[in-house]
């Protein structure tokens, strides 16, 4: 916007300029309260990131709320002072005159000499005051209540009571187990020899003898026939699937991590699925895995990839570079639980990410082993 200027007026000034410059003054404010609106115009095109050529950092619903309170309050203010401006106009445009009463008249001089130079003109009456300045507009609406803080930490444990008063005595306990028997007695005297018994069982049998001398090789009989085909092995390599990003779309990446969609070129068993927005796979079938991905972007950038198991980054599959690259790989084998999902996230870098159109952008491999 260009600046404002103010008139130079020869003195001594009169009542007409006197006026024209205190409407001056009220133009020149004007244009002031101007710039102000228009300040607050590109503050709300920069929150909204709509500023053509400038790119400002996401804003969040909180960032916005606050910059519409913050341009409320301004435009309140503005427009109480463009009250005032007005009320300073009408005063100045509607001012009176202020000549007073003709005087009498003097007597007349004595005729001065022909050709005698014409008199100063008189000095302009001095301006009005100004009016009084009207009543401030009503307050505007209360905006709505922000929404409810989180839930604060949980307060310690309270101190242990008091220990409660013993309780009876248990029954008695069984008896003990009995003690050692004494030592044996002397042998008394030998009686004398009783009738012979009956003869007693026979005994075991002896212990087999060596084994002899292998005999000859018999002919070899007919062969038999075939028996049935037992049933078909698991084949664990079954479980695998496969989806990229094809379509040369462009990615806005948080800092923090953003999950990578995958929706071209789907090949999903009965076991592995994948959710709506096609960036996390469910795996239903506990076992070894091996899972590897790719992405190859259109600039070399300064930008992390990982996967995520179950929300949690998996250390084997990051890559972190300290260079700008446009192309990331990684492979590995790892033990995945039943119902476990799987994601392929970038992160580290704040700002759009284009993958290669009509080729692999993107792509995410899953291999169960065993």
């Not at 960032?63 to 309170?69: I, M, R, S, T, W």
């Not at 709505?144 to 101190?159: D, I, K, L, N, R």
């Not at 005994?203 to 049935?228: C, M, N």
């Not at 992390?304 to 949690?312: D, M």
Request: charged content about 5%; overall charge negative.
């Amino acid at each position: 916007m260009s600046q404002p200027s103010f008139p130079i007026l020869p003195e001594p000034i009169d009542r007409e300029d006197a006026i024209s410059m205190i409407l001056t003054s009220i133009a020149m404010e004007e244009l002031g309260l101007s710039h102000l609106i228009n300040a607050e115009g590109e503050k709300i095109q920069f929150a909204l990131g709509t500023i053509p050529g400038v790119t400002s950092p996401p804003s969040t619903i909180e960032d916005v709320l606050a910059v519409n309170e913050s341009t409320q309050k301004v435009l309140g203010g503005v427009t109480q002072y463009q009250m005032l401006l007005n009320a300073k106009m009408q005063n100045a445009l509607s001012s009176s005159v202020m000549q007073g009463p003709t005087g009498p008249a003097g007597p007349t001089g004595p005729a001065g000499p022909a050709g005698g130079p014409t008199g100063p003109q008189g000095a302009t009456g001095a301006t009005g005051p100004a009016g009084a300045v009207g009543a401030p507009g009503a307050t505007g609406p209360t905006g709505a209540t922000g929404a409810t803080g989180p839930t604060g930490p949980t307060g310690p444990t309270g101190e242990t009571g008091v220990p409660g008063p013993m309780g009876s005595i248990g029954p008695t306990g069984a008896a003990g187990a009995a003690g050692v028997t004494g030592a044996t007695g002397a042998t008394g005297a030998t009686g004398p020899t009783g009738d012979t018994g009956p003869a007693g069982p026979t005994g075991a049998q002896g212990p087999q003898g060596s084994t002899g001398a292998l005999g000859a090789t018999g002919a070899t009989g007919p062969t038999g026939p075939t028996g049935p085909t037992g049933p078909t092995g698991i084949n664990v390599t079954a479980t695998s699937a496969f989806a990229a990003n094809t379509s040369g779309s462009t990615l806005t990446v948080a800092l923090g991590g953003t999950l990578l969609p995958l929706p071209d070129g789907q090949v999903l068993p009965s076991n592995i699925a994948v959710d709506p927005t096609n960036t996390i796979f469910t795996i239903n079938d506990a076992g070894i895995y091996r899972i590897s991905y790719q992405v190859n972007t259109t600039v070399a950038l300064l930008m992390s990839s990982r996967i995520l198991l179950n929300g949690n980054p998996v250390v084997q599959s990051t890559i972190a570079p300290i260079l700008n690259l446009s192309s990331f790989f990684a492979e590995f084998i790892i033990d995945v639980p039943a119902n476990s999902t799987v994601s392929l996230q970038l992160f580290g870098l704040a700002g759009d990410v284009t993958f290669l159109p009509s080729a692999a952008g993107a792509g995410l491999m899953i291999v169960r082993l065993s």
